[in-house]
Nanobody
Framework: QVQLVESGGGLVQAGGSLRLSCAASGRTFSRYNMGWFRQAPGKEREFVTGISWSGRWTYYADSVKGRFTISRDNAKNMVYLQMISLKHEDTAVYYC????????????????WGQGTQVTVSS
């Protein structure tokens, strides 16, 4: 079992930056593919970005390409989401997920989730 805890969310003005962290614990963490999803009230959970267990491959939603960067440090059991040039449309609860398969974009494929961290971007 993997436990995930997100942190780093908050209120930021448009154009600003935030870095989210996902602290993982459990067995064989380094073998899990990881992803970030986000969800606004009344909306489906939306894929943001994913990273393979080795960190070799990364994937991004078109809406965040060039602005968000996912990374991981398996030695520290950490996954990060660096966000720059934030827009109001980025406002959502951001969730970190763990996935043993290769389907990064479908939330159903993720086995474990954190509690989420709120990101609010003001205009």
């Amino acid at each position: 079992q993997v436990q995930l805890v997100e942190s780093g969310g908050g209120l930021v003005q448009a154009g600003g930056s935030l870095r989210l962290s996902c602290a993982a614990s459990g067995r064989t963490f380094s073998r899990y593919n990881m992803g970030w999803f986000r969800q606004a009230p009344g909306k489906e959970r939306e894929f943001v970005t994913g990273i393979s267990w080795s960190g070799r491959w990364t994937y991004y939603a078109d809406s965040v390409k060039g602005r968000f960067t996912i990374s991981r440090d398996n030695a520290k059991n950490m996954v990060y989401l660096q966000m720059i040039s934030l827009k109001h449309e980025d406002t959502a609860v951001y969730y970190c997920g763990a996935n043993e398969g290769d389907d990064y974009t479908d939330y159903v494929a993720y086995k474990y989730w954190g509690q989420g961290t709120q990101v609010t971007v003001s205009s």
